[in-house]
């Protein structure tokens, strides 16, 4: 069974511009998680879509956005890129819930903002 | 916000040699996992320890529980360089509406061979 895929893997972009990231989840797993993962501040939850309804959301301001799509691929906006923007952005999928069971990650997508 | 905290924040073995990690925690949790990530990729799963358990096992590694004292450990046994990542646990609160994953910041683990 295929793991989970983000595409791009690495990304350069300039402060002003936007972003799309793509996350395929595991054949079946219906829940995508994203997360900003930084040196300083570890794992910081982006939001959760679970059958193409977001389920859950972080403490992120309005220019991270997201969907799922009805074959349970999700993507991430970011508008309006800002230097503090670069990161590790991480998709994880599940069956259900995350928490009530193990999330399985991709290998995230670096974004770096000149 | 709350968080988890995994201590130490580093730390450097020699191989063969046993490593522990802690987790601590803030509130109710229904169950604790441990993950593991290398450099520059995604994390893996480890353990999953629901709240009703004190001691789980998967080949070298050894997971316990502690609600009273809101605490974990990882322990690695007879470590090898391939151990060689970051370790992170990750809780899920049994509080409030608001059910999301609570992520440590990790611990850096680094064996010498």
């Known amino acids: 069974k295929a793991g989970v895929t983000q595409t791009p893997r690495y990304l350069i972009k300039t402060r002003g511009q936007q972003v799309t990231l793509s996350c395929s989840p595991i054949s079946g797993h219906r829940s995508v998680s994203w997360y900003q993962q930084t040196p300083g501040q570890g794992l910081q939850f982006l939001f959760e879509y679970f059958s193409e309804t977001q389920r859950n959301k972080g403490n992120f301001p309005g220019r991270f956005s997201g969907r799922q799509f009805s074959n349970s691929r999700s993507e991430m906006n970011v508008s309006t890129l800002e230097l503090g923007d670069s990161a590790l952005y991480l998709c994880?999928?599940?069956?259900?819930?995350?928490?009530?069971?193990?999330?399985?990650f991709g290998d995230g997508t670096r974004l770096s903002i000149l | 916000s709350q968080q988890g905290e995994e201590d130490p924040q580093a730390l450097s073995i020699q191989e063969g040699e046993n490593a522990t990690m802690n987790c601590s925690y803030k509130?109710?949790?229904?169950?604790l996992q441990w993950y593991r990530q290398n450099s520059g990729r995604g994390l893996v799963h480890l353990i999953l320890?629901?709240?009703n358990e004190r001691e789980k096992h998967s080949g070298r590694l050894r997971v316990t529980l502690d609600t009273s004292k809101k605490s974990s450990s990882l322990l690695i046994t007879a470590s090898r360089a391939a151990d060689t990542a970051s370790y992170f646990c990750a809780t899920d609160p049994r509080a409030g509406n608001n059910r999301k994953l609570i992520w440590g910041l990790g611990t850096s683990l680094a064996v010498n061979p």
């Open positions: 509130t109710s949790i229904n169950n």
């Open positions: 320890i629901r709240s």
């Open positions: 994880a999928s599940s069956l259900k819930r995350p928490g009530s069971q193990p999330q399985h």
